[in-house]
């Protein structure tokens, strides 16, 4: 349950989540991020370090700029949390 609770605290945010989701389409540059979501560059790496620290995305630099891309190992992690359960199978018969 703690690698469960350390993975969604990586998250816990509404820029999180949305830097997740926009990355779940394709591989981004921090600039790109940074002008989807209307907000600073530095921002926008204050939440992929944490995120980075709670496995969430891994980085590449190439020259100065920085490619981040989701671990495709995080989101699996996620179901596994509730996998088990009776509403699991209710929802997924």
Do not use: C, Q
Not at 7 to 17: D, Q, S
Not at 56 to 63: L, M
């Amino acid at each position: 349950m703690k690698k469960t609770t350390a993975l969604l605290r990586g998250i816990a945010h509404e820029y999180r989540v949305a830097i997740l989701y926009l990355l779940a389409h394709d591989p981004t540059w921090v600039e790109d991020l940074s002008r989807s979501l209307g907000i600073p560059p530095t921002l926008v790496i204050h939440h992929l370090r944490a995120m980075e620290k709670n496995g969430w995305v891994t980085k590449k630099r190439v020259g100065k700029h920085v490619l981040y891309e989701v671990r495709k190992k995080a989101v699996k992690e996620l179901p596994k949390l509730f996998m088990a359960t009776p509403l699991w199978r209710e929802l997924f018969p």
